[in-house]
Structures are given as structure tokens and as C-alpha cells.
């Protein structure tokens, strides 16, 4: 009996097939297990030398199950520790890494510098309906703002009864969703992607603008100029900046302005905020009461500041970007050449 269990013992490959050796010999239904039941009803003189063998059976198969098991164990885990070898002195796989693009880092530099003046972001659709683009910022069908816009018209088949819609020529329709959001007082900005028919060193089809809203109970023109003051002042990163506003004409301002900023251009290099030179930044003026009207804002209660910059005009000022046309070409040389990608 002794052999056969340790020769048992000695072959189970796994521990599973250790404890099927385990209880056959000293589970409760055992072979060992009942041979000690019978001692019960065994003469005590029997009992003695019997009970005795049996004890010492039992203890030495006992062993012999634990130190297999303890065998087992380790040939398990030298297996494992084989197989799931690792070299951590191995180099790393260079992974090519990318970067933001140029006009989002500006977008979210702009974003930040107005969230320091409690400007909120809006956002409005790209395909933009007619009335949102041109009607309710009081530019009416006939009106010859809209041919200067230069605008993409959505395609409608004929029979389509949906309003026509446009490829937003600007972010202004922006403000009279804000309006329409939350009603006054509103300070807002709307940075988006606007589109005109349009392609030349300083123009492509697609390009970026921020629009700036605020409305409320007596804002006026000075506020207008302040704020943007202290945005050029962080955007540019120079002690102070000069603006010079001129007198101009949007249809949803009045008065508008047109906003330049001084600057010097020696030996072609452009510097921001000081010399003879006035270059033009933006659009502004004071929110035209139709325009507050439309976005359902009484004109007699409140007023309002716009303002509207192109985000790739102020980048390329910003960095010394001749060509804006090279910030849609993906060219990592470009990129890399600005310090845009690593
Ligand atoms: N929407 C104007 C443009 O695209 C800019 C502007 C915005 C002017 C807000 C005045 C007020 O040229």
C-alpha cells in the first residue's frame, strides 16, 4: 500500500492529478481513511500495532503529498517566470510623436486670454442658414455686403423646401445664437472655421476667425477698446500696444470700426507695438440695435460690443508668417521650421 501511494504520488504530473491521488488515499472516502475507521472495531492489542502502522502510513504519505505539491508548485512558477521574461534593459521603440496644430495652439492661447476677462466660448454650426449669416445681422438679400462675402452656397435640388443655407462667411452668425441661448448680459467669444470663395498668399477658402460679444446694461465704445487693448497686450506679449480705431461700415455695427495696430517692419522683420507703421487686426463696433432685435434682445435695455479677428491673420503676425496658405499643407518642414511640431 505504502509504494503504490508514493509511486502514485511520484508520477501525478499536475496538482490536479496530485489531488485525485490525495483523496483517493486520505479523503473522507479513502483508502487509508477507511482502513483507520476499521480500527474501531479491532481488539486493543490489534488496534496497538495496527493503529500505530497506520499512523505512521498515513503521516509519511501525508509528507509525501506535501512535498510534491511544494515540487509542483515551484515547477510552475520557474515555468511562468520562463515564459514571461521580460528585458527591461531593451531600448525603447522611437514612436513618432504629434503635435497642435499652429492654428489650435492659437485658438486656445485667444480662448485663454479672454477666460481671464470672463469671455465664455459659443459655438455655432459651419453650414450656417442664410437668415443666421446675412438677414439677422440686418445684411437683407439685396443688400451688397453679400456680394462681398464671397460666399459657398449649400446645393438644393429643386423641390427641397429647406431655408437655404451657406458655408458661414464669418463667425458673427455666433452672436445672434448666443443671444438667442441665454438673452443678456452675455460676454462670450466664438472661434470657428469660416469660408469665402477666396485664394491668395493672404486669403485661402477655408480660415479661422474669433468673434467677441458683449452685452449689457451701459457698455460702451471704451470698454470695446480696452479689451481689446489688453488682448493684444497678452497675444503679442509687449508691455503695451498702441490701437488706432477707424472710422468704417459693417451692416450689424454701428458705429463700426476698423481696428490697426502700430507696428515696425525693419529689414522685413514685423515687431508689434512700436514704430510708424499701422497694420489692420479686426472689425468692431457697437451691436446694431437690429441685430440685437433679431437675437430677441431689447435694444431699448441693453448694448453691446462685437468684435471679429481672423486667428490665422493674428498667428502669422504673431510668428512671422509670410504665407498663409503653408498652415493648411501639412508640411512637416514648415511645421518643424516654426517650432510647431517637434
Ligand atoms: N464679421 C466681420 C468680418 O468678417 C467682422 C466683424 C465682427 C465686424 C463683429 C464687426 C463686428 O469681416
Known sequence: LRS???????????????????????????????????????????????????????????AALRARREGLENAALDQRLKSEWLDVTLPGRPRPRGTIHPVSQVTEEVTAIFADMGFAVAEGPQIESDWYNFDALNIPPEHPARQEHDTFFMHRDPGDDRPPHVLRTHTSPVQIR????????????????????????THTPMFHQVEGLAIDRNISMAQLKWTLEEFCRAFFEVPSVELRFRASHFP???????????????????????????????????????????????????????????????????????????????????LRHYGFAA
Open 4 to 62: 503504490t501511494y508514493l509511486d502514485r504520488i511520484a508520477a501525478a504530473g499536475d496538482e490536479t492529478a496530485l489531488e485525485q491521488v490525495r483523496l483517493s488515499a486520505l479523503g473522507k472516502k479513502g483508502e487509508i481513511s477507511g482502513l483507520m475507521k476499521e480500527l474501531g472495531r479491532m481488539t486493543p492489542e490489534e488496534r496497538q500495532t495496527r493503529g500505530a502502522a497506520l499512523n505512521r502510513l498515513r503521516d509519511e504519505v501525508d
Open 178 to 201: 448666443a443671444m438667442q441661448a441665454t438673452g443678456a448680459p452675455i460676454r462670450v467669444i466664438a472661434p470657428g472655421r469660416v469660408y469665402r470663395m477666396d485664394m491668395d498668399q
Open 252 to 334: 450689424f455695427t454701428e458705429p463700426s470700426a476698423e481696428v490697426d495696430i502700430r507696428c515696425s517692419w525693419e529689414g522685413g522683420t514685423l515687431k508689434i507695438g512700436e514704430g510708424n507703421s499701422w497694420l489692420e487686426i479686426l472689425g468692431s463696433g457697437m451691436v446694431h440695435p437690429k441685430v440685437l432685435k433679431a437675437g430677441g434682445i431689447d435694444p431699448e435695455q441693453w448694448q453691446g460690443f462685437a468684435f471679429g479677428m481672423g486667428i490665422d491673420r493674428i498667428a502669422m503676425l504673431k510668428y512671422g508668417i509670410p504665407d498663409l496658405r503653408a498652415f493648411f499643407e501639412s508640411d512637416l518642414r514648415w
